[in-house]
């Protein structure tokens, strides 16, 4: 049910190898990948992913999340990117996080506006999700304004 409803903005890992290859690829250094996880139940809530981490002067990254379709609505998504957002700024020390939603992803558009993202801009066909380039609206949030 959630690889149907978000394969229109994300690909998720839906069998243990595409776990494995997405939990490789948190290891390279430049990316961070947190699963949220229910504290009653312990079923996974969704990922949040710090991805092309950079330091020195400019300490930004890029922010993408997804969240199972069972818990839509709950809010849980909602803390857990809010925690993924204090770790970056808290512990690694960023400056700057970045989301790029796609224009018709209505509630992760009100998502980060909730935690107090900023449109910054739009970017035409920014991002190739399942062989289609995708126009994505660009979103921010610096330390200094949460």
């Not at 997804?66 to 990117?81: I, L, N």
């Not at 939603?101 to 558009?109: A, F, G, H, M, V």
Request: glycine letters at 10%; hydrophobic letters at 40%; proline letters at 2%.
């Amino acid at each position: 049910e959630s690889r149907d409803y978000h394969g229109r903005w994300v690909q998720p890992f839906i069998t243990a190898s595409g776990f494995e290859e997405w939990y490789s690829a948190q290891t390279t250094g430049a990316s961070v990948g947190l699963l949220a996880r229910d504290t009653e139940s312990g079923h996974i809530v969704g990922v949040t992913n710090l991805s092309q981490i950079f330091y020195k002067g400019f300490q930004n990254a890029y922010l993408s999340y997804w969240g199972m379709v069972s818990f839509a609505g709950t809010g849980r998504m909602s803390q857990a990117v809010e925690l993924t957002t204090r770790y970056a700024f808290e512990e690694l020390g960023l400056h700057r996080i970045e989301a790029n939603i796609q224009p018709e992803n209505l509630r992760s558009i009100a998502l980060v506006k909730r935690l107090g993202f900023r449109k910054e801009g739009f970017s035409p066909k920014y991002l190739q999700i399942a062989g289609v380039w995708c126009d994505h609206e660009r979103w921010a949030l610096l330390a200094d304004e949460r």
